[in-house]
């Protein structure tokens, strides 16, 4: 039998977008991975910054943020825009071959735009196909896809999405292509047993483990939907899923994600 | 001896990009067009308006427009985000499996700053090469570039590039490897006589003509760097190259260019 070509799947975001030298230091350290890769990263401060600029108020129903259309056009100009370009181009003056995209570049990411339920999100979408053979083809060329949390619904509609859920879904969507590798990079070393203290990384989470650790309070809100995502490419046999810092790009360092 | 495959290369720019139902026609005719094809388009005046909006004044020496840091992040914003994400996808709503590019992504287009001379134009970039594997390579997979005016100098920098001499210098570096047209698109129907009368379009301009018709003052300044963008596509083997108005993109209205 054929051994699968490896892939990793780096996702970045928080607070490590919003420091240049930061992310220039994790760039550095992704294009040293070997093999095929595939960035995501999401968006920071930066488009909040420039809403506030413009007089724009983020729109927030029941504590959520809504991305009326004034919020969508600021998003994509600033994560497919601004923030994508920068990294492309730095990465490609490291010698990887970036190529950004948006998931309307190539039909690559199409989405559904969320239902209104009690509360509409405005346009935000959930991911429903990859174009896995396009993908597949662009690595194959040894280009390195860098993706914005920006998709769309096939129809001329842009869409804001989750950069975690779209690091899950692509890796999912990739899994029995490669052997595929995610990692969620993010502020701290990892899952955290006490949100104050950075080494207190828990070294594997188990399903089990994260529903009892959710039902005691231990596992911070913010970090639910992250290991949601995480879990849901366990799920669909992503080979290793990592939740990571920066120092996790280069190593084993983190917590993986187990089922 | 084996035909050439035809390749069409449509510039979009100027006022046609603040309309949304004159650019949304422009692309539906410009989906129609068979076999491989390109974009380019330019920024229209939501750059400056967002600019505008930010407080951010556009700085000039001698009535030219500078690029300075802050007005390298609006352009980078507006013409690689907003502009590059709505037109992609549109294009895929109507069926072109678009894929938007700055120069930066895959490499694709290579520009060297331009050097200070008596104006230092701040983050301005002359196109030095074009890497025309990749671009084959992606035609061939039926994927449609769409290019922002935005390129990078292999360095980390983002540099804003004249999207006229994009189109002229991605046909011409086509042009030896498809039977290429270039169409200049914008909002007049062509080289003018009379630049009043919007029906009397030049058909065919030479160059010795041309050159005649600049120095009586017939053709206007704006004209010119285009029509020199033009003649540099034509002197560079490109099969044919048109400046002409939407109404060129499906048909040969408009003014051809000849030496």
């Known amino acids: 039998m054929n051994k699968m070509k490896k892939l990793t799947v780096i996702k970045i975001g928080g607070k490590l977008l919003d420091n240049e030298a930061a992310w220039q230091a994790a760039m550095d350290d992704f ?3 070997p093999g095929a890769k595939i960035l995501v990263h999401g968006g ?16 927030m129903v029941e504590g959520r943020r809504i991305t009326d259309s004034a ?11 601004l923030l994508n370009k920068k990294l492309v181009s730095y990465l490609q003056s490291r010698g990887t071959n970036a190529m950004g995209f948006s998931g309307a570049d190539g039909n690559l990411i199409l989405s559904d735009k969320r239902s209104v339920g009690e509360i509409d999100f405005g346009w935000v979408g959930d991911v429903k196909t990859i174009n896995t053979t396009l993908l597949i083809s662009l690595l194959e060329q040894n280009v390195t896809p860098v993706f914005c ?7 001329g509609q842009l869409l804001n999405t989750n950069a975690d859920t779209i ?19 993010f502020e701290k070393n990892g899952v955290l047993l006490d949100p104050l203290d950075d080494k207190s990384v828990i070294e594997k989470l188990s399903k089990t483990a994260y529903l009892q650790q959710k039902e005691n309070g231990v596992i911070s809100a913010g970090m639910i939907p992250k290991i949601d995502n995480a879990l849901a490419a366990k799920q669909a046999m992503v080979y290793q ?9 280069q190593s084993s360092k983190g917590t993986e994600i187990c089922l």
């Open 31 to 33: 294009d040293k991975i």
């Open 149 to 155: 949390a920006i998709t769309h619904d096939g129809q």
């Open 167 to 185: 690091a899950s879904v692509l890796s999912a969507g990739m899994a029995d292509k490669y052997q595929t590798t995610l990692k969620f990079c």
């Open 44 to 59: 920071g401060k930066l488009a909040s910054d420039l809403s506030r600029k413009l007089g724009i108020e983020p729109e």
């Open 71 to 81: 919020a969508l056009e600021v998003a994509t100009m600033v994560y497919a825009g």
């Open 241 to 249: 899923v990592m939740i990571c810092g920066t120092n996790g790009i």
